[in-house]
């Protein structure tokens, strides 16, 4: 008998053994992934401080040309603050630039293209649509993340512990409508009742919009949905408990939570019935003008900012749904602009300098940061820029006290997470549904 | 012994042939051309099919495949047969049909009608009629588009600003605002002077003994019209429907704009998410451009004689309209023209003094404070001064510097493909009857064929790669502009070369005068008018080109993209102040043309 047991256990030793060698042996073969010569300069970038990579990137870029290419026209104004800081170090500094900013999705097919180089010709990038960025730049490894010493530090963090990308903003799109009439909109449902035709860009002209549909079948806003739900009227509610029923059972199929098909409720009586614009810029427009009586659209809250004040055109004209009192369910969707270096970029240093000006210092966001309905990723970045433009009361008259057009007051980021029930762009999620929920979404009619 | 000199005479044989083949220049230039024509073809299209089965991370074949590189034919698989196939193909291509051949309808219609009454009637006015009518081709193809909604839309039929006759209380319907009407309509007005000249040119010249001779006969009017005047110009038509057909199929801003899903917006649409299917679309837009061209292969077989040119009746009998007829009617086409032509260029002035896009305060109150300059003058970037950023016309570097890439743009296409066409067409010309010089002329002509969004994509796929990487240059926008417009010049070229009798070269050949001298001292000063139609015509189509260059490169690199860019955007004023500069742009290369050279469109029709 111990014979026997002591056979088993040398044939357990050896199994264990072995079996622990196996495991050895896999974590072996694992291939230990390389960093690229950019991601080498990232990882030592990330030890640094501001004015040590203003250093690095004078060393590097005095008397070069720098390519950018972004979402956002703005980078171009943001580069010559950037310049002329790195002359305030070096006199001497020399920097050429030109900043491109690609229409129609094309930021990623240039990108890609670029990245089929073995040099770039783009150093970094500021990007939308973490749907796309997940799939197409950062599984392939085509951008790498960069996170500033102080940005992490701003956010009680450290480079190793971020999560996710790193954001220069969060931008938010949200429900503005006509007030010349006397229609208003109290529940996030109000938009999709029958006879409701909002202005929205199309799900195909722009991919980020269509994220804010996939981001509603996700637990939290589903949820928010289903009590926006439970606050309306018994007609209305008639009609949403209608269209769930219909859509539980796709809901069940796509591997959605319990009020899932909340979420594909909302986004299918929304699809079928927008009024198709190429831009935020014409629903605005619109909104804005006398004749728009009772219209309403999701677009970008800063585009306010340009409207000019004539006899038919009034940004007393709009009303920010979420501002209302007593106003039900999401005010809007939050998306970011990330940055993200090439990993054939020429310039990394100065790339990486150039980002952490952005994201760490007031001057380098005012580009940005002089609107409203765009905040910083950096707690301090966004209380200096609150300090220096007072976005909060931007609608106010001149005495301070008379609110001269309401729409204008932006109640910052914090109120729109928290009381405007922002819905926010979580881009992993994006990507696991965007071959069903997108799929789906995208074979519903008008 | 027998053998090895059989052998070698053989190759002293081959030889001599290969040097008598390649002492004629026009051999010489046909073999070349026919290599690099080849390539610039076919490499595109190889580009573009190998895409249609290349994994694409992030879009629909990496999902189904589980594979992130690698080959598959899941996108034939999924565009065919996937429950979007209604959608993302078979709709698309059922509305690029009915687009295409409504347009062919319409710009035949309007333009030979336009064409009947300026060469074949007493009408009135003709010369401004003849100059004007040609606007709507030389314009962007989607100004008119752009001016359609600023006309028609209204807040309560299509959602968005009131247009000009909402704003007066007249509503349209929707199927008049957006959709496939107003995109037949727009794409029909746009290519009718096609129409107008080349059905044009054939009544014009045409021998009036044949109506004559029906009208001996106590031929009806209507049935010498449709048994005996219309048939003469079919081979007119054909050419117009050959145009125009490619052209409309691959226009992307117009149904874009007016709201219709085609092949060509359906494949910017899919590229996000279906990228290798987008390219099976471009492979049907070019599979319809190749149908197009053995057609008109077939035609030429088969065509019966159509000459109208005998040289024994110099005479062309006019139809008179009546003494108020010939007004009427000459002031109905003012009016339309005024529309077409005058009316989008004043709107793109009027728009650029406006406080707000699309705000027409100052029509209904004529208070001036409801009208600005700021869209031309703004000059402070700091300034919030409702331009989203940007600076005043005048001032904004990108719509000068896209500006001057237009010009450089065009001007070098129009030399290369003016050149090459002229080329092709010489040594066409004098290899008429030879099967390399057919293919050589085909095969330059297939690309205009095939339309533009088709070929963008193709060349897209082509020079974006590792080795070759063109994407967002010049060169690029270079090559793919030459290749397309190549056509222009080759077809202008051999039609002026076929009239040329051979014994003016050939006395020079005999005085030995070397080819450069025949070519540059004989040759085209002879046919310089046609010739330089041939550089005009690439440089024109080049200034305003969108739907091939679309792809290729961003915005801010031609005015094309940068006005579109602003027109999405819903910046108007910019877009209507680009708008305005290329008009003027062009009419003024055009004047300058037709001063110096006598060359122009409509040369000749109006009278």
């Known amino acids: ?446 | 012994m027998k053998q090895q000199t059989t052998s070698i005479s053989k190759g002293a044989l081959l030889l001599n042939h290969v040097k008598t083949f390649l002492s004629k220049p026009q051999n010489v230039i046909l073999l070349l051309l026919g290599i690099i024509l080849t390539v610039s073809t076919v490499a595109p299209i190889i580009a573009i099919v190998h895409d249609t089965i290349k994994i694409h991370p992030g879009t629909i074949d990496a999902y189904i495949t589980k594979k992130s590189s690698g080959y598959s034919l899941v996108n034939y698989t999924d565009l065919f047969t996937s429950r979007l196939a209604k959608q993302n193909l078979w709709i698309p291509l059922l509305n690029t049909i009915i687009l295409a051949i409504g347009s062919c309808v319409v710009s035949i219609l309007f333009g030979g009608i336009f064409a009947f009454l300026v060469t074949r009637t007493n009408l009135a006015w003709k010369k401004y009629l003849s100059s004007i009518f040609i606007f709507p081709y030389i314009m962007p193809q989607w100004t008119l588009a752009v001016v359609w909604q600023h006309v028609f839309s209204s807040n309560v039929i299509t959602g968005t600003s009131d247009g000009l006759l909402a704003s007066m209380g007249i509503l349209m319907p929707r199927w008049w605002c957006m959709g496939l009407f107003p995109s037949i309509v727009v794409l029909g007005l746009h290519y009718a002077p096609f129409a107008y000249i080349l059905v044009g040119g054939i009544f014009k010249n045409m021998d009036a003994n044949l109506e004559e001779a029906a009208t001996i006969l106590d031929t009806p009017k209507h049935k010498i019209m449709f048994r005996v005047t219309l048939p003469m110009v079919r081979p007119a038509i054909l050419s117009t429907i050959l145009l125009v057909f490619g052209g409309a199929m691959g226009s992307y801003p117009v149904p874009h704009y007016l709201n219709l899903v085609t092949l060509s917006t359906k494949y910017v649409s899919l590229n996000v998410k279906y990228k290798g299917e987008a390219s099976i679309l471009a492979i049907i837009m070019m599979l319809f451009g190749v149908a197009i061209m053995f057609v008109n292969q077939l035609s030429l077989k088969s065509r019966k004689n159509y000459t109208t040119v005998t040289g024994k009746s110099g005479q062309i009998s006019k139809i008179n309209l009546g003494k108020r007829g010939k007004y009427i009617i000459a002031l109905i086409f003012v009016i339309l023209t005024f529309f077409t032509s005058i009316f989008p260029i004043v709107s793109f002035g009027f728009e650029t003094f406006l406080p707000n896009p699309g705000d027409y305060s100052f029509l209904y109150t004529g208070n001036a404070s409801n009208l600005t300059t700021k869209w031309w003058t703004a000059s402070d970037p700091t300034a919030e001064n409702g331009l989203y950023g940007q600076l005043g016309i005048l001032h904004n570097k990108t719509i000068w510097h896209a500006f001057v890439g237009t010009i450089y743009t065009a001007f070098m296409c129009s030399i290369i493909a003016g050149t090459l066409g002229t080329m092709i067409g010489y040594a066409v010309s004098k290899n008429r009857r030879s099967k390399g010089a057919n293919y050589v002329n085909s095969v330059a002509f297939l690309p205009y064929l095939m339309p533009s969004v088709a070929v963008g994509a193709a060349f897209f796929i082509l020079f974006s790669g590792e080795k070759i990487n063109l994407f967002n240059t010049y060169t690029l926008l270079i090559i793919v502009g030459t290749v397309k417009y190549i056509p222009f010049a080759s077809r202008s070229a051999l039609n002026s070369m076929l009239q040329l009798s051979g014994e003016i070269e050939e006395s020079a050949i005999i005085q030995d005068i070397p080819w450069v001298k025949r070519m540059t001292k004989i040759i085209i000063p002879i046919q310089k008018s046609s010739i330089i139609s041939g550089y005009l015509m690439p440089f024109m189509t080049c200034l305003r080109e969108l739907s091939l260059f679309m792809l290729l490169c961003v915005q801010g690199f031609i005015l094309a993209t940068t006005l579109d860019y602003f027109d999405e955007m819903g910046l108007y004023a910019f877009s209507s102040g680009i708008n305005l500069i290329l008009i003027i742009t062009i009419l003024i290369c055009n004047t300058i043309v037709n001063k110096v050279t006598g060359a122009s469109l409509d040369s000749g029709i109006g009278g």
């Open chain 1, 1 to 446: 008998m111990k014979k026997i047991l002591s056979v088993m256990l040398i044939v357990l030793m050896a199994c264990s053994f072995l079996f622990a060698g196996g495991q050895a042996e896999t974590k072996k073969a694992e291939p230990v992934k390389e960093l690229t010569a950019v991601q080498k300069i990232i990882k030592e970038a990330e030890g640094m401080t501001m004015e040590e990579l203003a250093k690095k990137a004078i060393a590097e870029s005095n008397g070069a040309t720098f390519y950018g290419v972004g979402n956002s026209s703005r980078g171009k104004s943001a580069l010559p603050l950037f310049i002329d800081y790195l002359k305030s170090i070096d006199p001497s500094y020399n920097l050429k630039f030109e900043w491109q900013q690609p229409k129609n999705n094309s930021i990623f097919e240039m990108l890609d293209a670029d990245s089929k180089k073995a040099q770039g010709t783009f150093s970094m990038t500021l990007i939308q649509d973490g749907n796309q960025i997940e799939s197409k730049m950062v599984q392939t490894g085509l951008l790498d993340r960069f996170i500033p010493l102080e940005w992490a530090k701003a956010n009680g963090t450290t480079a190793d512990k971020v999560e996710g990308y790193l954001p220069l903003q969060t931008l938010n799109k949200v429900f503005m409508y006509n007030c010349t009439g006397k229609k208003t909109y109290t529940n996030v449902w109000d938009f999709v009742m029958p006879g409701e035709h909002g202005l929205f860009m199309g799900i195909h002209s722009e991919p980020v919009g269509v994220n804010f549909l996939y981001m509603l079948t996700a637990d939290k806003y589903a949820d928010a949905l289903k009590e926006a739900c439970d606050a309306l009227p018994k007609d209305k509610k008639a009609i949403v408990e209608k269209e769930v029923k219909a859509l539980s059972k796709e809901a069940k199929e796509f591997g959605l939570g319990k009020n899932g098909a909340y979420g594909l409720a909302w986004i299918k009586l929304w699809v079928t019935s927008y009024n198709e614009q190429t831009d935020d810029g014409p629903i605005c427009n619109t909104l804005v003008s006398s004749s728009a009586t009772d219209q309403f659209g999701l677009l970008v809250y800063s585009k306010l900012r340009s409207v000019q004040e004539s006899d038919s055109v009034s940004k007393n004209n709009i009303k920010v749904a979420a501002y209302e009192d007593g106003y039900k369910g999401f005010g809007g969707y939050g998306y970011c602009h990330y940055l993200f270096l090439t990993d054939n970029s020429p310039l990394p240093w100065t790339s990486c300098a150039f980002i952490a000006y952005m994201t760490c210092t007031q001057n380098g966001f005012n580009a940005w940061g002089k609107d409203i309905g765009g905040y910083s990723s950096n707690p301090e970045v966004a209380k200096a820029n609150e300090d220096r433009h007072h976005h909060s009361v931007s609608g106010m008259a001149e005495d301070g006290v008379t609110v001269k057009f309401k729409a204008l007051n932006d109640k910052g980021l914090d109120w729109w997470l928290n009381e405007g029930g922002l819905v926010v762009e979580d881009p992993e999620y994006c990507a696991s549904v965007a071959f069903t929920v997108g799929t789906w979404i995208e074979g519903l009619r008008k």
